[in-house]
Protein backbone atom coordinates (compact mmCIF):
# COMPACT_ATOMS: atom_id res chain seq x y z
CA UNK A 1 0.00 0.00 0.00
CA UNK A 2 1.07 3.43 -1.28
CA UNK A 3 2.06 6.41 1.55
CA UNK A 4 -0.64 8.33 0.18
CA UNK A 5 -3.33 5.66 0.08
CA UNK A 6 -2.45 4.77 3.55
CA UNK A 7 -2.44 8.59 4.85
CA UNK A 8 -6.25 8.76 2.94
CA UNK A 9 -7.58 6.15 4.98
CA UNK A 10 -6.61 7.64 8.34
CA UNK A 11 -8.88 9.34 10.28
CA UNK A 12 -6.92 12.93 10.16
CA UNK A 13 -6.98 12.56 6.36
CA UNK A 14 -10.64 11.67 6.45
CA UNK A 15 -11.46 14.28 8.51
CA UNK A 16 -9.78 17.05 6.80
CA UNK A 17 -11.57 15.98 3.75
CA UNK A 18 -15.15 16.31 5.19
CA UNK A 19 -14.39 19.65 6.12
CA UNK A 20 -12.50 21.29 3.37
CA UNK A 21 -15.90 21.95 1.39
CA UNK A 22 -16.09 25.15 -1.02
CA UNK A 23 -13.31 27.64 0.18
CA UNK A 24 -12.39 26.23 3.35
CA UNK A 25 -8.98 27.11 4.61
CA UNK A 26 -7.08 24.38 6.56
CA UNK A 27 -3.85 24.38 8.40
CA UNK A 28 -1.71 21.54 8.81
CA UNK A 29 0.70 20.99 11.20
CA UNK A 30 2.73 18.37 12.70
CA UNK A 31 4.08 16.46 9.57
CA UNK A 32 7.25 17.39 7.56
CA UNK A 33 8.48 16.75 4.28
CA UNK A 34 7.88 13.48 1.91
CA UNK A 35 4.55 12.79 4.79
CA UNK A 36 3.05 16.34 4.33
CA UNK A 37 3.44 15.94 0.87
CA UNK A 38 1.53 13.06 1.02
CA UNK A 39 -0.67 13.99 3.10
CA UNK A 40 -1.28 16.60 0.68
CA UNK A 41 -1.54 14.44 -2.16
CA UNK A 42 -4.41 12.37 -0.27
CA UNK A 43 -6.23 14.84 0.48
CA UNK A 44 -6.37 16.00 -3.22
CA UNK A 45 -7.44 12.87 -4.53
CA UNK A 46 -9.94 12.08 -2.20
CA UNK A 47 -11.53 15.15 -3.36
CA UNK A 48 -9.75 16.81 -6.19
CA UNK A 49 -10.88 20.02 -7.19
CA UNK A 50 -8.30 23.50 -6.69
CA UNK A 51 -6.30 23.39 -3.89
CA UNK A 52 -4.03 26.46 -2.67
CA UNK A 53 -0.76 25.25 -0.48
CA UNK A 54 1.08 27.98 0.99
CA UNK A 55 4.34 27.68 2.52
CA UNK A 56 6.45 30.32 4.42
CA UNK A 57 9.28 31.04 2.20
CA UNK A 58 9.82 30.44 -1.60
CA UNK A 59 12.53 27.97 -0.68
CA UNK A 60 10.12 25.75 1.35
CA UNK A 61 7.48 26.27 -0.87
CA UNK A 62 10.00 24.98 -4.40
CA UNK A 63 10.49 21.91 -2.11
CA UNK A 64 6.92 21.50 -1.46
CA UNK A 65 6.29 21.62 -4.76
CA UNK A 66 8.56 19.19 -5.89
CA UNK A 67 7.75 16.31 -3.42
CA UNK A 68 3.71 16.70 -4.17
CA UNK A 69 4.80 16.64 -7.98
CA UNK A 70 6.36 12.90 -7.26
CA UNK A 71 2.82 12.04 -6.29
CA UNK A 72 0.41 14.26 -8.01
CA UNK A 73 0.41 15.17 -11.67
CA UNK A 74 -1.89 18.22 -11.90
CA UNK A 75 0.59 20.49 -9.53
CA UNK A 76 1.67 23.90 -10.45
CA UNK A 77 4.17 26.24 -8.79
CA UNK A 78 3.16 30.44 -8.49
CA UNK A 79 6.65 30.93 -6.92
CA UNK A 80 7.22 35.12 -5.51
CA UNK A 81 10.63 37.03 -4.44
CA UNK A 82 10.03 37.59 -1.18
CA UNK A 83 10.52 41.36 -1.31
CA UNK A 84 9.33 43.81 -4.00
CA UNK A 85 12.84 45.03 -3.46
CA UNK A 86 14.47 42.09 -4.79
CA UNK A 87 11.85 41.52 -8.02
CA UNK A 88 12.89 45.05 -8.36
CA UNK A 89 16.24 44.48 -8.62
CA UNK A 90 16.63 41.09 -10.34
CA UNK A 91 13.06 40.21 -12.31
CA UNK A 92 13.20 36.57 -13.14
CA UNK A 93 11.69 35.04 -16.81
CA UNK A 94 11.28 31.93 -15.35
CA UNK A 95 9.41 32.95 -12.24
CA UNK A 96 6.89 35.09 -14.34
CA UNK A 97 6.77 32.00 -16.97
CA UNK A 98 5.86 30.09 -13.67
CA UNK A 99 3.24 32.32 -12.54
CA UNK A 100 1.63 32.82 -16.31
CA UNK A 101 1.29 29.17 -16.63
CA UNK A 102 -0.73 28.86 -13.20
CA UNK A 103 -2.74 31.55 -13.80
CA UNK A 104 -3.61 30.24 -16.80
CA UNK A 105 -4.04 26.94 -15.96
CA UNK A 106 -6.57 27.98 -12.91
CA UNK A 107 -9.00 30.13 -15.51
CA UNK A 108 -9.58 26.74 -16.72
CA UNK A 109 -11.49 26.09 -13.79
CA UNK A 110 -9.55 21.90 -13.52
CA UNK A 111 -8.67 20.09 -10.47
CA UNK A 112 -5.18 20.79 -9.17
CA UNK A 113 -2.84 21.69 -6.76
CA UNK A 114 -1.25 25.37 -6.86
CA UNK A 115 1.67 25.69 -4.28
CA UNK A 116 3.26 29.29 -3.32
CA UNK A 117 4.53 31.06 -0.52
CA UNK A 118 3.46 33.86 1.55
CA UNK A 119 4.74 36.52 -0.99
CA UNK A 120 2.92 35.01 -3.50
CA UNK A 121 -0.01 34.49 -2.03
CA UNK A 122 -0.16 38.62 -0.82
CA UNK A 123 0.47 39.27 -4.71
CA UNK A 124 -2.19 41.53 -6.36
CA UNK A 125 -3.26 39.91 -9.56
CA UNK A 126 -5.48 40.47 -12.14
CA UNK A 127 -9.47 39.20 -12.43
CA UNK A 128 -10.04 36.19 -14.11
CA UNK A 129 -11.58 37.93 -17.13
CA UNK A 130 -8.24 39.82 -17.46
CA UNK A 131 -6.31 37.30 -17.68
CA UNK A 132 -8.99 34.99 -20.08
CA UNK A 133 -8.88 37.55 -22.88
CA UNK A 134 -5.28 38.05 -22.84
CA UNK A 135 -4.60 36.26 -25.71
CA UNK A 136 -4.03 37.05 -29.02
CA UNK A 137 -4.59 34.74 -31.90
CA UNK A 138 -3.68 34.98 -35.44
CA UNK A 139 -3.99 33.39 -38.90
CA UNK A 140 -3.03 33.56 -41.99
CA UNK A 141 -5.33 35.35 -44.43
CA UNK A 142 -6.75 37.37 -42.07
CA UNK A 143 -6.81 41.14 -41.85
CA UNK A 144 -5.98 43.24 -38.48
CA UNK A 145 -5.41 46.70 -37.59
CA UNK A 146 -1.67 47.27 -36.70
CA UNK A 147 -2.69 49.24 -33.51
CA UNK A 148 -4.45 47.01 -32.32
CA UNK A 149 -2.45 44.33 -32.06
CA UNK A 150 0.00 46.39 -30.76
CA UNK A 151 -2.45 47.40 -27.96
CA UNK A 152 -3.18 43.89 -27.18
CA UNK A 153 0.47 43.10 -26.96
CA UNK A 154 1.59 46.01 -25.10
CA UNK A 155 -1.78 44.85 -22.27
CA UNK A 156 -0.48 41.10 -22.89
CA UNK A 157 2.93 42.48 -21.01
CA UNK A 158 5.12 42.40 -24.21
CA UNK A 159 7.50 45.15 -24.54
CA UNK A 160 7.92 47.38 -28.14
CA UNK A 161 11.98 47.07 -28.80
CA UNK A 162 13.43 48.18 -32.20
CA UNK A 163 14.85 44.43 -32.60
CA UNK A 164 13.60 41.41 -30.70
CA UNK A 165 16.29 40.04 -28.90
CA UNK A 166 14.61 37.96 -25.95
CA UNK A 167 11.25 36.42 -25.27
CA UNK A 168 8.54 39.16 -24.08
CA UNK A 169 9.60 41.89 -26.65
CA UNK A 170 7.75 42.59 -29.89
CA UNK A 171 8.98 45.14 -32.82
CA UNK A 172 7.36 46.24 -35.65
CA UNK A 173 9.42 47.29 -39.08
CA UNK A 174 6.84 48.48 -41.93
CA UNK A 175 4.51 46.07 -42.93
CA UNK A 176 6.57 43.30 -40.42
CA UNK A 177 5.51 42.65 -37.00
CA UNK A 178 8.24 40.27 -35.02
CA UNK A 179 6.79 38.73 -31.67
CA UNK A 180 9.08 36.70 -29.56
CA UNK A 181 6.30 35.04 -27.17
CA UNK A 182 7.32 33.90 -23.71
CA UNK A 183 6.36 30.34 -23.93
CA UNK A 184 7.89 29.77 -27.16
CA UNK A 185 11.75 28.82 -28.42
CA UNK A 186 11.77 31.36 -30.90
CA UNK A 187 10.35 34.34 -32.16
CA UNK A 188 7.49 34.64 -35.04
CA UNK A 189 7.22 37.21 -37.59
CA UNK A 190 3.99 38.04 -39.01
CA UNK A 191 4.81 39.64 -42.41
CA UNK A 192 1.58 41.85 -43.93
CA UNK A 193 0.45 42.41 -47.14
CA UNK A 194 -1.42 45.87 -46.28
CA UNK A 195 -4.16 44.86 -43.48
CA UNK A 196 -4.26 40.89 -44.65
CA UNK A 197 -1.59 38.20 -42.60
CA UNK A 198 0.42 37.52 -45.64
CA UNK A 199 2.77 35.47 -43.68
CA UNK A 200 3.38 33.48 -40.56
CA UNK A 201 6.59 32.22 -39.67
CA UNK A 202 9.12 31.26 -36.88
CA UNK A 203 12.75 32.22 -37.65
CA UNK A 204 15.92 32.52 -35.92
CA UNK A 205 16.84 35.39 -33.67
CA UNK A 206 20.46 35.47 -34.33
CA UNK A 207 20.45 34.94 -38.21
CA UNK A 208 17.05 36.20 -38.66
CA UNK A 209 16.23 33.70 -41.43
CA UNK A 210 12.89 31.88 -41.04
CA UNK A 211 12.60 28.34 -39.97
CA UNK A 212 9.17 27.12 -40.62
CA UNK A 213 5.79 28.56 -41.77
CA UNK A 214 2.52 28.62 -39.92
CA UNK A 215 -1.05 28.81 -40.91
CA UNK A 216 -2.05 30.21 -37.31
CA UNK A 217 -0.54 31.25 -33.52
CA UNK A 218 -2.19 31.48 -30.03
CA UNK A 219 0.13 33.98 -28.12
CA UNK A 220 0.01 34.14 -24.48
CA UNK A 221 0.94 36.80 -22.47
CA UNK A 222 4.43 37.58 -21.13
CA UNK A 223 3.67 38.49 -17.40
CA UNK A 224 1.03 38.26 -14.64
CA UNK A 225 0.79 41.81 -14.96
CA UNK A 226 -1.81 41.61 -17.51
CA UNK A 227 -4.10 45.01 -17.70
CA UNK A 228 -5.92 46.52 -20.67
CA UNK A 229 -4.88 50.12 -22.09
CA UNK A 230 -8.54 51.75 -20.04
CA UNK A 231 -7.32 50.23 -17.02
CA UNK A 232 -3.52 51.49 -17.09
CA UNK A 233 -4.59 55.51 -18.13
CA UNK A 234 -6.73 55.06 -14.79
CA UNK A 235 -4.02 53.39 -12.50
CA UNK A 236 -1.52 56.24 -13.68
CA UNK A 237 -3.62 59.14 -13.24
CA UNK A 238 -4.38 57.90 -9.73
CA UNK A 239 -0.69 57.04 -9.15
CA UNK A 240 0.11 60.46 -10.41
CA UNK A 241 -2.78 62.18 -8.53
CA UNK A 242 -1.20 60.74 -5.43
CA UNK A 243 2.09 61.85 -6.07
CA UNK A 244 1.46 65.40 -6.78
CA UNK A 245 -0.65 65.34 -3.57
CA UNK A 246 1.88 63.86 -1.57
CA UNK A 247 5.15 65.94 -2.81
CA UNK A 248 3.25 69.40 -2.06
CA UNK A 249 4.00 68.42 1.45
CA UNK A 250 6.79 68.63 0.90
CA UNK A 251 9.85 71.61 0.97
CA UNK A 252 13.60 71.91 -0.51
CA UNK A 253 15.56 68.91 -0.55
CA UNK A 254 12.73 66.36 0.07
CA UNK A 255 10.71 67.60 -2.40
CA UNK A 256 13.38 67.45 -5.06
CA UNK A 257 14.57 64.01 -3.98
CA UNK A 258 10.91 62.54 -4.32
CA UNK A 259 11.10 64.28 -8.05
CA UNK A 260 13.96 62.61 -9.01
CA UNK A 261 12.77 59.17 -7.35
CA UNK A 262 9.60 59.07 -9.15
CA UNK A 263 11.51 60.41 -12.58
CA UNK A 264 11.53 56.49 -13.52
CA UNK A 265 8.13 55.61 -12.28
CA UNK A 266 6.82 58.31 -14.59
CA UNK A 267 8.90 57.19 -17.56
CA UNK A 268 7.34 53.69 -17.43
CA UNK A 269 3.74 54.83 -16.85
CA UNK A 270 4.33 57.34 -20.02
CA UNK A 271 5.48 54.12 -21.97
CA UNK A 272 2.47 52.54 -20.62
CA UNK A 273 5.23 49.35 -19.79
CA UNK A 274 4.21 46.89 -17.32
CA UNK A 275 7.59 46.59 -15.97
CA UNK A 276 8.98 45.90 -12.18
CA UNK A 277 9.59 48.92 -11.42
CA UNK A 278 5.30 49.13 -11.02
CA UNK A 279 5.63 46.46 -8.34
CA UNK A 280 5.25 48.64 -5.64
CA UNK A 281 1.68 50.15 -6.96
CA UNK A 282 0.26 47.19 -7.50
CA UNK A 283 -2.81 48.07 -5.47
CA UNK A 284 -3.98 50.82 -8.59
CA UNK A 285 -3.89 48.41 -10.80
CA UNK A 286 -5.27 45.00 -9.13
CA UNK A 287 -7.32 44.01 -5.98
CA UNK A 288 -7.38 40.22 -6.35
CA UNK A 289 -4.98 37.96 -4.90
CA UNK A 290 -4.46 34.04 -5.89
CA UNK A 291 -7.04 32.84 -4.00
CA UNK A 292 -9.50 34.15 -5.50
CA UNK A 293 -8.95 31.97 -8.28
CA UNK A 294 -9.55 29.04 -6.84
Do not use: W
Not at 15 to 28: D, M, N, P, R, Y
Amino acid sequence: MSLVKYLSQTDTIQTIVKQATGAATQLLLGVNGTVKAASIAAIFNANPRQVLVIADTQTHAEQLYFDVAALVEDVYQFPAEESVATEMAISSPELRLQRLQTLMALVTGQPMIVVTNLAGAERLLPDMATVTAARLTIRVGETYEFSEIKNTLMMMGYSPVKLVQTPGEFAQRGSIIDIYPLTANDPIRLDFFDDELDQLKHFDVTSQKSIDSLEAVTIDPATDFVVSESQYDQAKLAIETDFSDNRTRLNGADKKHATDGFALTQHVLNAHERGPELLPYMQYFFNKYIGKYI
